[in-house]
């Protein structure tokens, strides 16, 4: 009797299918190919004039810069720690962290606590400590500003910081590094890896009946780690360009700002009255929040992967290669610092440790 092969599907071919399947099935989220012509057009312009690349994410006054294996386990801690970091506070009140005279909020918090608690003498970064640590001191760790609200889903953080730890004492020598050195050099083999070790890195979904996955921590932890490293070392992955985009809750706004997703009229409605809501009633009297694995949240996440495929695509087809990371890198960033000019576009809400 023959033997029955079974053909393995990597994590990041997974996304890739999964964002084309939702592209093709969703019906409130669309990707213009007009539209992304001339997104990947201007976006091209812009990285290009600001010469974009790996070397700005070590800019930030945040960011580890010297790339070493303490660099490793700075990015792991925070990439399992990347997720869901809006407010429904006013500004005064939202949760913020002070480090040298600066105070930031959003993601930026969660490194600013982790460099204090650095400078303090905290080891958070080795897994031996953050796998046991009590809740009071990595409340602690994580406190912000006096007269802020706390971290938003800190019970949830400290349960990733146990599960991710524990995995690591437990079968790695504590260190994300010895996991990192198996994955061969290749980036689709790390998120496999990571995906298979810790089941908080598994972003999974279903969608039209179908198993649809986005995987965006265990990406941008392959991506942040290849950005720190500059593509060498420890960083070196032959088939970085097999990541995607990593899907969350800024850049689709981005991708809309660019003409390079679209909304339909219902699901743009629902969104404007969510914002609204939450900032009348609160997050939890707020009626519009989208659980996670709602259609339209699905739809938003794989089309945005999918519109940034399409982006990088474009930009080949006129000569030109910049992967899906340095696409997605930008779109952040310019979310960030163009917050203002696009506050008319909504975000969609979603309470989730996947993003």
Not at 82 to 110: A, E, H, I, M
Not at 241 to 259: E, I, K, N, W
Request: hydrophobic share 40%.
């Amino acid at each position: 009797m023959p033997i029955a092969i079974r053909h393995f599907e990597s994590a990041v071919s997974r996304v890739l299918s999964s964002a084309h399947f939702i592209n093709t099935h969703s019906q409130d989220v669309f990707v213009p190919q007009d539209g992304v012509k001339k997104a990947a057009s201007q976006i091209l312009r812009r990285m290009q004039s600001l010469g974009y690349s790996t070397a700005d994410w070590k800019k930030h006054t945040l960011t580890p810069s010297i790339a070493d294996t303490h660099a490793v386990e700075w990015i792991f801690l925070v990439d399992a720690l990347n997720f869901s970091f809006w407010s429904d506070q006013p500004p005064s009140r939202q949760y913020s962290v002070t480090l040298d005279g600066k105070t930031y909020r959003g993601y930026w918090t969660l490194c600013a606590a982790v460099n204090r608690a650095l400078a303090e003498g905290i080891p958070i970064t080795d897994a031996r400590y953050y796998a046991v640590a009590s809740d009071e001191e990595l409340a602690r760790v994580f406190r912000g500003d006096e007269g802020t609200e706390p971290m938003p889903m800190l019970r949830e953080r400290i349960m990733v910081l146990r599960e991710v730890g524990g995995v690591l004492v437990e079968k790695h020598g504590g260190r994300f590094a010895n996991l990192l050195a198996r994955c061969g050099g290749s980036a689709s083999g790390l998120v496999d890896l990571v995906a298979a070790e810790f089941a908080c890195f598994r972003d999974e979904h279903e969608f039209q009946g179908r198993p649809v996955a986005m995987f965006k921590r265990a990406q941008i932890l392959v991506a942040d780690i290849w950005a720190c490293f500059e593509g060498k070392g420890l960083g070196r992955f032959e088939d970085i360009d097999s990541v995607t985009m990593f899907a969350d809750y800024r850049v689709p706004q981005a991708l809309c700002h660019f003409g390079a997703l679209e909304y339909s009229p219902r699901l743009w409605e629902h969104l404007r009255e969510s914002e609204k809501s939450l900032k009348q009633l609160g997050e939890a009297k707020s009626p519009g929040l989208l659980p996670s694995g709602h259609p339209w949240e699905v739809e938003i996440r794989g089309n945005s992967i999918w519109a940034v495929e399409c982006i990088k695509r474009c930009m080949e087809e006129e000569g030109t290669h910049v992967n899906a990371i340095l696409i997605d890198f930008y779109l952040w960033d310019y979310s960030k610092e163009h917050s203002e000019e696009m506050k008319e576009i909504p975000i969609h809400l979603t309470r989730s440790i996947n993003y």
